[in-house]
């Protein structure tokens, strides 16, 4: 079965971090629609000062956020005594868990193109051990599709593998069509799935959907997508749906309001990293 656009969520310009201009797609209004996919934000400038003020040094818990470049440059260092970079075209995996402290410094560049997504953990697996990885692009297979390339940043497309988190299956693909192009993805039928416009527009299950918007799909197996007016760059990302109740404070999600409340109180008495 097709699926179909059944809402479609434009972004609006925000300021987060020290000072970071971006835009907000996804946020507390989408969370029960595009559940498990909580927060999508995306970079898009040519002004530095836009965006090398970065992020300071800030807690997570509960989540897994994954920030990809298509153009530009990110540092990652955190409380683990991890520190690593990634560069166009690569991705950030950090698994928060039970709990973790980073920053995300980034550097001048001509563009800075990419976003951030924040992907929810399983109510059982929310206090899991933290992690961080780094997929290069080495990683990433680059697979030629009829007029474009589907860059497979973790999941599977086909018959080829690319990485797998360790909580809730991703499939995340970046995706460059041609103007003209037409391409038909198979998804899992049950999964929540989205199409993120991160440059051009697209037509999308025969919707046009603008450029920085989130459009959200229907139940199906089948989802197609054409680059109608321009050579367009996609991401397509599809997990499985949690329907698990939501308590989220600023970086912290968890389950209930007791849960927030006790990983607020373990911040201010500096035992947040000690579970």
């Known amino acids: ?36 996919f909580l927060m999508l934000d995306s970079f898009d400038s040519q002004n530095p000062a836009d965006y090398t003020a970065g992020f300071p040094m800030h807690p997570h818990r509960g989540i897994e956020t994954i920030s990809f470049l298509s153009q530009g440059g990110m540092t990652h260092s955190d409380s683990l005594g991890f520190e690593d970079s990634i560069t ?33 953990m399983p109510e059982k697996d929310k206090m899991s051990k933290p992690s961080y990885k780094a997929i290069k692009k080495e990683e990433i297979k680059e697979i030629p599709i009829e007029g474009g390339t589907l860059r497979l ?12 988190g360790n909580y809730l299956p991703l499939i995340y693909y970046h995706i460059l069509l041609n103007k003209g192009a037409e391409l038909t ?14 440059l051009g527009n697209a037509e999308v299950a025969g919707n046009k959907v603008n450029e920085k918007t989130a459009a959200l799909t229907s139940q199906g197996d089948t989802l197609t997508i054409k680059a109608p007016e321009s050579d367009i760059q996609i991401m397509f990302a599809a997990s499985k749906k949690l329907n698990e109740s939501v308590a989220w404070g600023g970086p912290i999600v968890m389950n209930t309001e007791d ?17």
């Open 1 to 36: 079965m097709e699926r179909t656009v059944i809402q479609k969520v434009q972004g609006m310009p925000a300021i987060d971090g020290a000072g970071v201009h971006l835009v907000r797609v996804l946020g507390r209004g989408t969370v029960k629609s595009f559940d498990p």
């Open 88 to 120: 166009s075209g690569e991705v950030q995996w950090m698994t928060a868990g039970s709990g973790i402290l980073h920053e995300e410094k980034i550097p001048a560049a001509p563009r800075m193109l990419g976003l951030q997504m924040w992907l929810n």
């Open 153 to 164: 940043l973790a999941g599977d497309y086909k018959e080829h593998k690319g990485y797998k």
């Open 185 to 198: 993805l198979d998804v899992p039928e049950d999964y929540t799935a989205f199409v993120f416009t991160l």
């Open 259 to 275: 849960e927030l409340r006790q990983a607020f109180a373990e911040l201010r008495d500096g035992t947040f990293l000690d579970n």
